[in-house]
Structure formats: structure tokens, C-alpha cells
């Protein structure tokens, strides 16, 4: 009922305002169709004048008599005498038709206005119609005590992390509110079970190298103290595991503050292609395995947090070297693509990627399960690191690898 009554006031409202639209452009026609008169008429005096005196003159004396129609004149004497009393009367039934003919068709305007202009203004004023209601709504809307009871119940009833249970207050007024919370529950879950399986892989992974350092202290602790042999091998496995302990740690540490919002980039222009200089010389420093070669197609300055870029240049340049054999090419690469994006490359021809399994090389934790990766014992989690910076910079990346022939990894930095 309350809203029948509402539909009726800006039903009122709109014929209102079409009136005063209709209203206006009458008085539009009108004056239109003087200015139209007026112009007919003058052009005809003009045209008159000069087929009977020859030329326009400005010195003369003029009268229009043009009623009654059948009687119409107008009269022009000339200082030299000449003077013309022209009939009007054929001329005035012409204009007057053409007056009504023009009339009509403004009438017609006027008519479809009048008809259908109500329902266009109507539509317009719908969505004014819906703030109206809506802001009566909430005007009109109690929240007794009971209501924020019920609410305070709903609220306090659900878990945010363990069920997928979801806020019902029954209550049609807290509808928009029900929504928003259980939005606000849904992103809560997800966070949390992105975390907790965070924890969990973690946790998985540090069990290897630990269950290895334990297994390798028993043994020294059993037979190992006098066993030079024993004692040898047991180091060399602990120093090696700690190592990539280590390792593993560290690059947790990096993503856990990468989440936490905690590691903040230092963005500076820098060249991307001096940068690469330095990753290569480095490299080829640490491993004399492999031919290290740079092609810079073009020299390219970026914006970007050196550092971190430096490092993904890293972790792309320690995967080439891992999953490639002693003595082949790694080729990194500068330049700018077609769309004038810089970008820097690392390719190799090792082990390649399955096409399968490309997807998910940028997931924490995921090793492509092949002897030979998992015999260089990589943590997978280097390009979930690299991934991260990435995005922080909103550059992506391409990945082209055939199995056995070879991977080509390419950063586009936008
Ligand atoms: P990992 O520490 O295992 O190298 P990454 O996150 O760096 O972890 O890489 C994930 C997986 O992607 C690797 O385990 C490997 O299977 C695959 N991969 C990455 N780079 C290459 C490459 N250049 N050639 C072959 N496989 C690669």
C-alpha cells in the first residue's frame, strides 16, 4: 500500500514536469513560427519591390494593409513619384497555408509529448523513486533492543576460521548487513586456510632436512665417534642439510612478510641491463659448470626495486643452472617487446618443463616430480619469491619449455 502510494506521487510528479515540458515548447513553436512569418513576409516585400523598381531603396514610403486578406495591399511610393500598390491576397492564402501545415506537424510533436512524455519522465525519476524508498526505509526502520540482540547472538554464535557456517539473522531489515558479514566471513576462511596450508607445507618440508640431520647424529652417536669415514660423510650431509635448512627458512621468511605486507619496495630507475651485467658476473663466478652469455638487444632503464629484481634474476638464473647439464648455455637476454615493454629472459636447454606441469611452477612448494629435480633438491619455493616481486611491480611473465630441449622464462616489466 505504502508503495502503491509512492508510485503515485512520482506519478504526479511526472506529469507535472511533463507539463511544463509540453508548455515549453509550445511557446517554442509560437515563437518559431512568427520568426517564420515574419521572414516569408519580409522576403516578399523585398521581391516585390525589386521586380517593380528594379533595386532596393532605402528612401521610400511604405504600407502594409493586409486586412481583410481578400483586400490585402502593400504600398510603396518612391521620392522620384513611382509608386506600386501591390495585391497581397494570393500571397497571404499561401502563407496561411503554410502556416497550418506547419502548425500541424508541431501539433503532432506536441500530442506525442503530451501522450508518452509522462512515461519517459517517469523512467527517469525511477531511480531517484528508489533512493527515495530506500532512504524511507531506513528512516522508518526501529532498532529496538531486541533486534541488536538478535544480531549481537547471530554474531557471536559463528566461528570465523574452522566451519562454513554462515550468519542468519532472520531478520528481512538485516539483510544488506547478513550479506556483508558473511562476505567479510567467507574472505576471513579463505586467509586463514591459505595460512594454515601455508603452515602445514612448511612445516612438511623442514621435517626432511631435520629427520636427516637426526638420523645422521644417531649414527655418528652409534659408531661414528672413532669412524673416520662415518664421521666425514655425517658432516658433509649436516652441513649440506643445514645449508638448505637454511635456505628454506629464508625464503619463508621472505614470503611471510611479502604477505604481511611487511616488505616494502624502494623503487628507483636503474638499468636493467647494467642489473643483468651483474647477475651474469656473479654467476659465472659461482658456477663454472655452465656458459653463461648475454645478449643486450637494447639498452633499457626500468623503474623497479633493484634488489628484489636483482634477485628474481637470480632465482631464474640458479633454476636455469639446476636443471640444465655441466657445460651447456645459459643465454640471458635484454630488450623491449613489440609493445615496447622492457623485459629480461633466461634460457636454457636442460631438462624443460612438462606442459602439465607449467601451470604450477609459480605455486609454493611445487617440484615437477622427475628424478633429476627432485636429486637438485630445490625447496619450490624460488619462483613463488620471484612471482611475488613480479607482481609487486605488475610485470608477468611468460614461460616457453619443451621437455628435453629447454626452458625460456621472460620478465616483462610494464
Ligand atoms: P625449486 O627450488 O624446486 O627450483 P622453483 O619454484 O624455483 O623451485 O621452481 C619450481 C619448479 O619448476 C622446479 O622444481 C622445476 O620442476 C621447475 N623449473 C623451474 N625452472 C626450471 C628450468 N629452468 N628448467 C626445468 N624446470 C624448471
Avoid at 184 to 189: A, V
Wanted: charged share 30%.
Amino acid at each position: 500500500m505504502n508503495k502503491r502510494r509512492k508510485t503515485k506521487n512520482v506519478t504526479s510528479i511526472a506529469i507535472k514536469l511533463n507539463a511544463i515540458k509540453v508548455r515549453d515548447l509550445f511557446f517554442k513553436f509560437l515563437i518559431i513560427d512568427a520568426i517564420l512569418m515574419a521572414i516569408l513576409i519580409g522576403l516578399w516585400c523585398i521581391e516585390s519591390e525589386k521586380s517593380f523598381y528594379g533595386e532596393l531603396v532605402n528612401n521610400a514610403e511604405r504600407a502594409i494593409n493586409f486586412y481583410p486578406i481578400e483586400t490585402a495591399t502593400y504600398t510603396v511610393i518612391w521620392d522620384d513619384g513611382k509608386t506600386m500598390v501591390k495585391a497581397a491576397s494570393y500571397f497571404l492564402y499561401n502563407l496561411r497555408k503554410i502556416i497550418i501545415i506547419v502548425g500541424m506537424v508541431e501539433g503532432i510533436f506536441l500530442l506525442e509529448e503530451i501522450i508518452f512524455g509522462t512515461a519517459r519522465v517517469r523512467k527517469i525519476l525511477k531511480p531517484l523513486n528508489e533512493i527515495a524508498e530506500t532512504a524511507e526505509r531506513l528512516s522508518n526502520m526501529v532498532f529496538d533492543e531486541e533486534k541488536f540482540h538478535s544480531l549481537e547472538d547471530a554474531i557471536s554464535k559463528i566461528s570465523p576460521v574452522a566451519s562454513d557456517e554462515r550468519i542468519h539473522i532472520g531478520d528481512s531489515e538485516f539483510k544488506g548487513l547478513e550479506d556483508a558479514i558473511n562476505k567479510l566471513l567467507d574472505r576471513m576462511r579463505d586467509s586463514y586456510r591459505q595460512q594454515a596450508r601455508f603452515v602445514s607445507d612448511a612445516s612438511h618440508e623442514l621435517r626432511t632436512p631435520i629427520s636427516v640431520i637426526q638420523g645422521y647424529a644417531n649414527m655418528l652417536d652409534r659408531w661414528g665417534k672413532s669412524d673416520e669415514s662415518v664421521l666425514d660423510e655425517s658432516i658433509t650431509a649436516i652441513k649440506s642439510e643445514s645449508e638448505n635448512m637454511k635456505n628454506l627458512v629464508e625464503q619463508l621468511l621472505f614470503l611471510a612478510r611479502g604477505i604481511n605486507g611487511k616488505t616494502q619496495l624502494t623503487i628507483e630507475e636503474f638499468s636493467l641491463s647494467n642489473m643483468i651485467n651483474e647477475v651474469i658476473e656473479e654467476s659465472k663466478m659461482i658456477d663454472d659448470k655452465h656458459v653463461y652469455t648475454y645478449i643486450n638487444l637494447e639498452e633499457v632503464n626500468v623503474y623497479g626495486d633493484v634488489g628484489l629484481l636483482k634477485q628474481t634474476a637470480r632465482i631464474l638464473v640458479e633454476n636455469a643452472a639446476k636443471y640444465t647439464e655441466t657445460g651447456e648455455k645459459i643465454v640471458l637476454k635484454t630488450g623491449r617487446n613489440s609493445k615496447g615493454e622492457p623485459y629480461f629472459s633466461v634460457q636454457d636447454n636442460g631438462i624443460g618443463i612438462d606442459t602439465e606441469d607449467i601451470p604450477h611452477i609459480f605455486e609454493r612448494f611445487f617440484r615437477a616430480d622427475t628424478a633429476r629435480v627432485r636429486k637438485n633438491g630445490g625447496t619450490g619455493l624460488g619462483l613463488s619469491i620471484a612471482k611475488w616481486i613480479i607482481d609487486n611491480h605488475n610485470g608477468y611473465f611468460s614461460v616457453v619449455s619443451r621437455k628435453e630441449i629447454g626452458t625460456r622464462i621472460t620478465v616483462y616489466l610494464p
